[in-house]
């Protein structure tokens, strides 16, 4: 739209959806195609000559103004843009949710719903930016300079310090909210530091309205109220040390996140009311408003800000599991061969429960559901003899490495680290043979006992040779091998969440001392009963988990067409072990049993690769490694894979490997450019 007819529309008596659509075509005539700031910088300047040359449009300009401060409520967008109503994780994702859904409309009084209108794009905060001082200066005298009998007249100011009552009642609010509240340290509740926030900003304000917004008395008590605002932050800060003990709630994550952002929000509308160049000081304000926008239409940037420490949490939860699945000497080795076969042996039951329960000819949903409660009660129970299945270790040993690499600055840590790579390792290898050297016999056994005494085996052998079909090598086998992988993370993630959230509520007390309990189980039965759920309420909710995705996630894969399955070692092992004993002896001369060899032999390292490196991103993210630290430690590992490439797989003979130093940052640094 040419300037000359952009400017010959302004109409102050217009009504309020045009008025407010003059002003969107307005901003966007100046940013133009959006690509290069100056432009818009150049076209501010051009409008500002228009206005200058045009005495008659600048008197209609000031009636526009008048009757747009007078039309619109400011408070909402200095004080409330960008933050959730209701100062919950929910209603804010609710409410991102309907702004990326839902058109708005220019026809509001609301300028917090309007300025996502009038500035809808991250372009418009780099053009803001760029605006030079001589250009501001012009803006506020032709533009926003008001006569003193117009509306406009004062509006700013009173604007910005009624955003600011608002923002501190927000922010004292949140403080005294019982969930922030009773979660501070014991010195920061003494201290009550939300408690004096209103005193001081009431000062202040008295300041503004008796002596202006720059007189000695408001600036003093400006200061006063910016050093409560951080004791305030520091206060709620402590609320972290509480959650990192007793449990993270997202939602609480959320609130402190929220009362951050007020802070700053309040400090910047200080600024705007009391800088000596409050044009730039309300420019850095508007360009903040912009960028906020931007993130309040992201739901992934809610979930990823809102849930980064639950994340860490749940890291550090399976990191606490996944020690015990870790062996550093022959004899940890020895014992995971032995715990092994014995996880082994059981999935050999699970295998004829699963071939047995083909027979009832059950619907796909309730044929999953009971695979999956077969597969949950023996992977239950196999946690409570505390036995093993490999392909569940990853994804809880993962964190548990890289827990080591929270100190990763002091000396060795790097190498200690490559040394918790080589006994997981390790330990999966043994895993892995103690489970598939238990589970082919014992099914194997199985399948002579029914022959023997039931006149057939486990399987009839059509449908043996279609068990060796689907877990042949050049099938879809290692597709979804890496999809079990997937499961097996999200099992640990389940594990991690329910045992933070069994935490964060304290249903471990809860079971030990409440009456109902203790007048059901008694106290002493009680106390061991909250105990067992403290130290098993992780395992349970992974095996249960696992063992229902497993059994229903093809289900609802095969109801859309998807045809997904999944292949877990141990279990297709057991399978293939049935399939070769219904067949019997002639199966060794087929090719198809040895291509499902080859699968089964593909099935165990996807299934452990893809969930621990799921795992290990989740974990090296919760600790926040940098690019450079993973540099140190991708060359440790290379150089432990050169020097002692059998520590990856055998036993070390002495209690500490000393084969490998750790590797100096500029060492690596230096190898890096040279390479």
């Known amino acids: 739209m040419d300037l000359a007819v952009l400017l010959d529309a302004l109409g102050p008596d217009a009504p309020l959806a045009q008025r407010h ?55 909402p967008l200095l004080a409330d843009f960008g933050f959730s109503p209701r100062s919950a994780f929910v209603s804010e994702l609710g409410q991102r949710l309907r702004r990326k859904l839902l058109p708005g409309t220019p026809e509001t009084t609301d300028l917090g719903d309007l300025f996502d209108l009038l500035m809808p794009t991250r372009f418009d905060m780099r053009w803001l930016q760029a605006l030079d001082a001589d250009t501001l200066t012009r803006v506020r005298t032709l533009l926003l300079d008001a006569p003193a009998d117009s509306p406009a007249a004062g509006f700013w100011s009173k604007a910005v310090l009624d955003a600011l009552t608002f923002s501190v009642g927000q922010l004292s609010a949140t403080g005294f909210a019982s969930e922030i ?42 200061e006063r109220l910016e050093t409560q605002l951080d004791a305030c932050r520091q206060a709620a800060y402590t609320v972290y040390a509480h959650l990192e003990t007793h449990g993270v709630s997202v939602g609480i994550v959320f609130r402190l996140r929220q009362l951050r952002q007020r802070i700053l929000r309040i400090k910047r509308l200080l600024d705007c009311l009391q800088s000596l160049t409050p044009e730039r000081a309300t420019l850095a304000l508007l360009a903040d408003l912009v960028l906020v926008g931007q993130e309040n239409r992201s739901i992934r940037a809610l979930i990823a800000t809102s849930s980064h420490l639950t994340a860490a949490k749940v890291a550090e ?67 409570l003899l505390h036995w093993t299945v490999a392909t569940k270790q990853p994804a809880v ?13 002091a000396p060795g840590a790097v190498r200690h680290f490559v040394d918790e790579v080589a006994h997981l390792l390790r330990s999966q ?21 029914l022959s023997a005494f039931g006149g057939a ?102 109801f859309f067409g998807l045809g ?12 293939m072990a049935a399939a070769a004993a219904a067949l019997g002896w002639p199966v060794l001369g087929d090719a198809t049993f040895w291509w499902a060899v080859a699968g089964v032999a593909v099935v165990g390292p996807l299934n452990l690769a893809v969930s621990f490196y799921l795992a290990f991103r989740l974990a090296l993210k919760a600790q926040a490694i940098s690019d450079l630290h993973r540099v140190r430690i991708n060359a440790a590992l290379r150089q432990r894979l050169r020097r002692a490439p059998l520590s990856f797989v055998l036993p070390p003979r002495a209690q500490d490997d000393r084969s490998v130093d750790d590797t100096p940052t500029h060492e690596v640094e230096a190898g890096s450019n040279g390479r």
């Open 397 to 409: 040993t993962a964190p548990a490495m890289v827990a080591k690499l929270r100190d990763i600055r």
């Open 21 to 75: 659509l003059w002003l969107i075509d307005l901003l966007r005539w100046v940013r133009g195609d959006a690509s290069d700031p100056q432009t818009s910088v150049a076209r501010v300047r051009l409008l500002l000559d228009a206005v200058q040359s045009r005495p008659e449009w600048r008197a209609r300009w000031q009636r526009w103004l008048a009757v747009f401060v007078m039309s619109v409520d400011v408070t």
């Open 457 to 558: 085996p486990m399987i009839t052998p059509e449908k043996a040779q279609h068990v060796l079909h689907d877990l042949q090598l050049w099938g879809p086998t290692a597709l979804f091998a890496a999809f079990t992988g997937v499961l097996l993370f999200a099992s640990s993630i389940i594990a991690g969440w329910v045992e933070n959230w069994f935490v964060f509520h304290k249903l471990d007390s809860a079971v030990r001392h409440n009456p109902r309990f203790t007048r059901a189980l008694g106290t002493e039965r009680a106390s061991r009963w909250a105990s067992f759920l403290r130290h098993n309420i992780s395992g349970l909710a992974a095996n249960i988990s696992l063992g229902l995705m497993l059994g229903l996630v093809p289900a609802f894969a095969a």
């Open 317 to 383: 939860r399976s990191a606490e599991s996944g020690e015990h699945y870790i062996t550093r000497n022959a004899a940890e080795y020895r014992q995971m061969l032995g715990k092994a076969a014995g996880g082994g042996a059981l999935i050999g039951l699970t295998t004829w429960v699963k071939f047995g329960l083909y027979g009832l000819a059950l619907s796909a949903f309730w044929g999953g559901l009971a695979a999956g409660l077969n597969y949950a009660f023996f992977f239950v129970l196999v946690q």
């Open 429 to 449: 290898i043994a895993a892995i043979l103690g489970n598939v050297g238990a589970v082919i016999p014992v099914v194997l056994l199985i399948s002579l006992l």
């Open 181 to 222: 509240r009773t979660r501070m340290s014991p010195e920061a509740q003494a201290q009550q530091h939300f408690h004096h926030l209103p005193v001081h900003f009431e000062s202040l304000r008295q300041a503004v309205v008796e002596h202006g917004a720059r007189s000695g008395t408001a600036l003093l008590a400006a």
């Open 564 to 575: 997904l399955e999944v292949r877990h070692v141990t279990l297709s092992a057991g399978q």
